[in-house]
């Protein structure tokens, strides 16, 4: 058997750029005559934008820590021992940079018992644990707090999770089996897997303290002063900690079945992390936290060595990286200040991006249309939004009444627009009357003022082909709802110049959107990949094959919604213009479908009525398709859709429509919600062997969102 430094040193190895983690011990007399104590402190080295991790050399350092204060436990020199983090972070878990590095079974094994070795000894001290949660906590962070006998947590604490879920992980240094023994299993599957499935949901200080996983809360600014006073009490049997008794009966199944039901309904069986933390929850019930370990232990290595982690980091660190270095993009020092914008339109589109540009840019914010009572009904509505946000508490009185003084309208566009740096209009999508509204706006604005359109599938080149200036206009194509998701679409038309594309991806990056660089190809990335998948779900509809099977076809995939729910967001009538925009443009690949034409004609809003709760065929609906007689299976439909996707994104990257693969991820991550286990999509079309099959290759090298090999 290696030992747990043996273990760590190959790791170690393996990770030759690891940022590593000291962990120091200082020694304290705790107040009241309490006795002597060791504080282990964990710190990088760096400042808090440079969170502490674990790799294999951090928990080494953490490892030789503890042989110390074992050691003086043992003689009796010190009562207890604390552990805590560098101002405001505690640990934020393993390195993920790592993980992506390993390419062996027994190296992941390695990894996952190497935590749980040093993390078991913190309850193994001859003297009892406590862990400080002075700042942010996630993942291995949280988990060596859970081994230790007492937590205390701090009021100004932002973010706890265990997110490993959410990445095609379990928490799998002591999570699995710790939580639901300290704070039953109903809990422990609320943080674990409904938390991690809902977009990683973190949890605040005060949510840490009501859940029964710290036993103490402090404010923050003298966290440690108190945590260190409260320790003292505790061990001098002043404080007793008294814990709610986890109920070990039927609760227990009944947590682990909601745990599957969130499951199902997020993945659909799609991914395999969730199952497998929720079987290592059912198992934990007797309380045998070696069993619970050697299965975390088992799940990690099995899900370390699996394609959907790999997606899942590979996801992660395209959102946390490459969305934040937008790639192509020009020099950020040509970008223009913009101190006003403009909005052309006041319907709820224009309305919800006015909102956004007065609370990002904080600049006067003016919207126009065409008559009085719609300019008023769309300024009523952001007052009324930031009159929600005030009842929420997320902005105060102050600040709520000066966003409201940035927002107003005007009916007069020269008035409105004349001093204004950036305009954007939002108005109906046909190419003649966003020409008009250009050709207006232009004659009253600066030179320089940037004209920008949030067309989702017009030629923004042919926009701005009539104007004195094309070089000034650009492509911004939000996505709805504008306050949740968070791509931002740059069109490059032929024309724009880099100072107008610079501006705009420093007004994407000050309203915190994630923006992406795309050509003026008809209907961009987003909504030509949708309109292309949706294409072939209807034309299978079309064909023959029942609406239930065409849906549950996709479900494998476990995306957020059901193609024909997604339609019902968007719109048919939106649906159905932008495939008749992309029919246009590539008649072969994109149909108009027949039956679609008559839903959006007879006025309904979608597929579907929910009288019963859960969506049903509408009879109405029903009645008016119009089927051949082709039936598919569902393998035969998802083969069809699929086939689709990855012909489109292959003739999308010869035809330079984004810079690499990785920018259609990006997209669909950020713009349509795609699951990180997809790691957006081409790593799951490369897992599949669609890539292949379609275009003869992969669209990522091999060791990208995959095992290295």
């Known amino acids: 058997m290696?030992?747990?430094?043996?273990?760590?040193?190959?790791?170690?190895?393996l990770f030759p750029d690891e940022v590593v983690?000291?962990?120091?011990?200082?020694?304290?007399?705790l107040p009241q005559g309490a006795g002597k104590f060791a504080l282990i402190t964990l710190d990088n080295g760096l400042d808090h934008t440079k969170p502490t991790t674990f790799g294999p050399q951090s928990l080494a350092n953490l490892n030789t820590a503890i042989d110390q204060v074992e050691k003086e436990a043992a003689d009796g020199e010190i009562v207890g021992v604390g552990i805590t983090g560098k101002p405001f972070i505690f640990a934020v878990g393993a390195d993920l940079k790592g993980v992506e590095l390993l390419k062996?079974?027994?190296?992941?094994?390695?990894?996952?018992k190497g935590g749980h070795d040093v993390f078991k000894r913190l309850s193994a001290l001859a003297v009892p644990t406590f862990a400080y949660y002075n700042g942010a906590a996630m993942g291995g962070g949280v988990e060596v707090g859970l081994h230790c006998s007492y937590r205390t947590v701090s009021k100004a604490l932002p973010a706890f999770s265990l997110p490993e879920v959410f990445l095609g992980l379990v928490p799998g240094w002591g999570g699995c089996t710790l939580l639901p023994n300290l704070i039953g299993a109903d809990r422990a599957v609320s943080v674990i897997i409904e938390n991690s499935l809902n977009q990683n949901k973190q949890l605040k200080g005060k949510q840490v303290f009501e859940l029964g996983i710290a036993d103490a809360i402090f404010e923050g600014a003298d966290f440690l002063e108190q945590s260190l006073a409260w320790t003292a009490s505790v061990l001098k049997g002043e404080t007793e900690v008294v814990r709610a008794e986890v109920d070990r009966g039927e609760a227990w199944d009944q947590a682990v079945a909601r745990g599957r039901f969130i499951a199902d309904g997020k993945v659909h069986g799609a991914a395999p992390a969730a199952y497998r933390a929720l079987d290592i929850i059912a198992g934990a019930r007797n309380g045998d936290l070696r069993q619970g370990f050697d299965a975390e232990d088992q799940a990690l290595a099995d899900l370390i060595m699996g394609g959907e982690l790999r997606a899942g980091i590979y996801s992660f660190n395209l959102v946390q990286k490459r969305g934040k270095r937008p790639a192509g993009a020009?020099?950020?020092?040509?970008?223009?200040?913009?101190?006003k914008v403009g909005v052309v339109g006041a319907g709820l589109m224009a309305s919800q991006l006015a909102l956004l540009f007065a609370r990002r840019l904080e600049v006067p914010v003016v919207l126009t249309d065409i008559d009085q009572e719609r300019v008023d009904k769309g300024v009523a509505y952001v007052h009324g939004e930031i009159d929600k946000l005030l009842a929420k508490g997320r902005v105060n009185n102050d600040k709520a009444n000066r966003l409201k003084a940035l927002v107003s309208g005007s009916l007069d566009k020269a008035a409105a627009f004349g001093d204004a740096d950036f305009v954007i209009e939002a108005v109906f999508e046909e190419m003649g009357v966003k020409q008009k509204v250009f050709a207006e706006v232009e004659a009253v604005v600066g030179p320089d003022t940037i004209l920008a359109t949030n067309t989702s599938s017009l030629s923004v080149s042919e926009m701005a082909s009539k104007l004195q200036h094309p070089e000034r206009v650009v492509g911004f194509h939000f996505f709805n709802p504008v306050a949740v998701l968070p791509l931002l679409e740059i069109v490059r038309g032929e024309k724009t110049d880099d100072a107008s594309l610079a501006t705009a991806f420093g007004v994407a990056k000050k309203l915190k959107k994630t923006a992406v660089l795309v050509k003026d190809a008809p209907a961009f990335v987003v909504n030509r990949i949708l309109t292309r998948f949706m294409g072939e779900i209807q034309n299978v509809i079309d064909e023959g094959t029942s609406v239930e099977v065409a849906e549950k076809a996709i479900e494998p995939l476990g995306l957020p919604m059901s193609p024909l729910v997604l339609l019902e967001l968007v719109g048919p009538a939106?649906?159905?213009?932008?495939?008749?925009?992309?029919?246009g443009a590539f008649p072969d690949r994109f149909t108009v479908s027949p039956n679609l034409a008559a839903v959006v004609k007879a006025g309904k809003r979608g597929f579907?009525?929910?009288?019963?709760?859960?969506?049903?065929?509408?009879p109405e609906v029903a009645a008016l398709l119009k089927q051949g007689d082709v039936k598919l299976t569902e393998e035969q439909v998802r083969d069809r859709v699929l086939d689709a996707v990855a012909q489109e994104i292959g003739l999308m990257l010869d035809?330079?429509?984004?810079?690499?693969?990785?920018d259609i991820d990006l997209c669909l991550i950020t713009g349509a919600g795609w699951p990180f286990h997809l790691g957006g999509i081409t790593p799951y079309l490369d897992r599949e062997g669609v890539s292949e099959r379609?275009?003869?290759?992969?669209?990522?090298?091999?060791?990208?969102?995959?095992?290295?090999?």
């Open 694 to 709: 379609v275009n003869g290759k992969r669209f990522l090298a091999p060791g990208v969102a995959s095992v290295p090999a």
């Open 21 to 29: 983690t000291q962990a120091h011990v200082r020694h304290l007399e």
């Open 330 to 339: 020009p020099d950020k020092n040509l970008a223009r200040t913009v101190g």
């Open 104 to 112: 062996r079974h027994e190296d992941a094994l390695a990894i996952g």
């Open 655 to 662: 035809e330079g429509v984004v810079a690499e693969a990785q």
């Open 608 to 618: 579907y009525v929910y009288d019963s709760g859960k969506p049903e065929l509408d």
């Open 574 to 583: 939106i649906g159905l213009h932008v495939s008749e925009t992309l029919h």
């Open 2 to 13: 290696s030992t747990t430094a043996e273990l760590l040193k190959g790791a170690a190895e």
